[in-house]
């Protein structure tokens, strides 16, 4: 049973293309995110998402957007994709935004986007 | 401004202890986790403290100083499989993880 899955596992696309990278949940969790880790292995937050409340990280470009059609899934449509996009893409969730004691976050196996 | 730090990378050997050092800055304070990353894969969480002290789980331990915002995961009886990044995160007020880039740790023979 995967507890957070993603697709795909491997994206690679030319410059100027939009593409979407899609995360599912199966833990009945209430928020969650999506994280960018570049080569030097820093994980960023992108956005965090509940059914109350979108959170973007404002460094963030805009043609990067989040989705989410239920509260199992959060999907990331990136436009007009650039070379420093290039990157490992990871959703994750955890039980709930506000409770504060013991948000652990269980992450997705990731998505490895290569824009050529 | 909010920060974390730890070292890039260390090395350690095979049946030793090794201790990893994270210290925070943030905006509030919410907790601090510990996860396991090997190359290739997603984060795995470890530990998690928010208050001064000892979290014990098994060979792997994490220690909080809320005062000195510092905290530290100690391995011992190292495997060859504890090869991998440990990354230190902070929660700040508005319950956002604020990551440091990991400490790659190298377990030798």
């Known amino acids: 049973d995967t507890a957070v899955s993603q697709t795909p596992k491997y994206l690679v696309t030319q410059m100027g293309n939009d593409k979407s990278i899609k995360c599912e949940q199966n833990?009945?969790?209430?928020?969650m995110y999506w994280y960018k880790q570049d080569s030097k292995k820093f994980l960023k937050i992108m956005f965090s998402?509940?059914?109350?409340?979108?959170?973007i990280n404002e460094t963030v470009p805009n043609r990067f957007s989040p989705k989410s059609p239920d509260k199992a899934h959060l999907n990331l449509h990136i436009n007009s994709l650039e070379l420093g996009d290039s990157a490992v893409y990871f959703c994750?969730?955890?039980?709930?935004?506000?409770?504060?004691?013991?948000?652990?976050?269980?992450f997705g196996p990731g998505t490895r986007l290569l824009v050529l | 401004g909010q920060n974390i730090d730890q070292p890039t990378e260390m090395t350690a050997t095979e049946g030793a202890i090794v201790q990893i050092n994270c210290t925070y800055q943030?905006?509030?304070?919410?907790?601090l986790f510990w996860y396991q990353q090997h190359a290739g894969e997603a984060p795995t969480f470890l530990s998690y403290?928010?208050l001064d002290g000892l979290e014990e789980k098994g060979r792997f331990s994490s220690v909080l100083s809320r005062s000195k915002g510092y905290s530290y995961l100690l391995l011992k009886e190292l495997q060859m499989k504890d090869s991998a990044s440990y990354l230190c995160?902070?929660?700040?007020?508005?319950?956002?993880?604020?990551w440091g880039a990991g400490t790659k740790l190298i377990i030798k023979p």
């Open positions: 995160a902070a929660m700040d007020s508005n319950y956002q993880l604020i």
């Open positions: 998402y509940n059914n109350k409340e979108l959170i």
């Open positions: 833990l009945g969790h209430d928020t």
């Open positions: 994750a969730s955890s039980q709930d935004l506000e409770r504060g004691i013991q948000e652990t976050q269980y």
């Open positions: 943030t905006s509030g304070f919410n907790g």
């Open positions: 403290n928010v």
